[in-house]
Nanobody, 127 residues
Framework: QVQLVESGGGLVQAGGSLRLSCAASGRTFSSYAMGWFRQAPGKEREFVAAISWSRVRTVYADSVKGRFTISRDNAKNTVYLQMNSLKPEDTAVYYC????????????????????WGQGTQVTVSS
């Protein structure tokens, strides 16, 4: 059974930083690209960032480019999202997800390309 467990969310002031972690189990973590998505109140879930299984390729949403950094430690089966210069509009529940295809060279931004999801962690940025 595949499990993804996010942690690291919380309340932070605008301009601050947080580091989210997502620990994976039940699948050969290092074979799959991983992504982060977020859902703000009253809005649809949206793509934030993704990283290939090899760590060679990363993709970011324009809204977070230059402020957020995705990384992974395959030895620890963990993917991270370092969030700097946080803004109130970054407030959302953040989800990590595992790509449905192993060993793909593609880094997907669409939700339907991911088959396992974590339960989410709340990030609140105060102004």
């Amino acid at each position: 059974q595949v499990q993804l467990v996010e942690s690291g969310g919380g309340l932070v002031q605008a301009g601050g930083s947080l580091r989210l972690s997502c620990a994976a189990s039940g699948r050969t973590f290092s074979s799959y690209a991983m992504g982060w998505f977020r859902q703000a109140p009253g809005k649809e879930r949206e793509f934030v960032a993704a990283i290939s299984w090899s760590r060679v390729r990363t993709v970011y949403a324009d809204s977070v480019k230059g402020r957020f950094t995705i990384s992974r430690d395959n030895a620890k089966n963990t993917v991270y999202l370092q969030m700097n210069s946080l803004k109130p509009e970054d407030t959302a529940v953040y989800y990590c997800a595992s790509d449905a295809s192993a060993w793909t060279t593609l880094v997907h931004t669409a939700e339907e390309e991911y088959d396992y999801w974590g339960q989410g962690t709340q990030v609140t940025v105060s102004s």
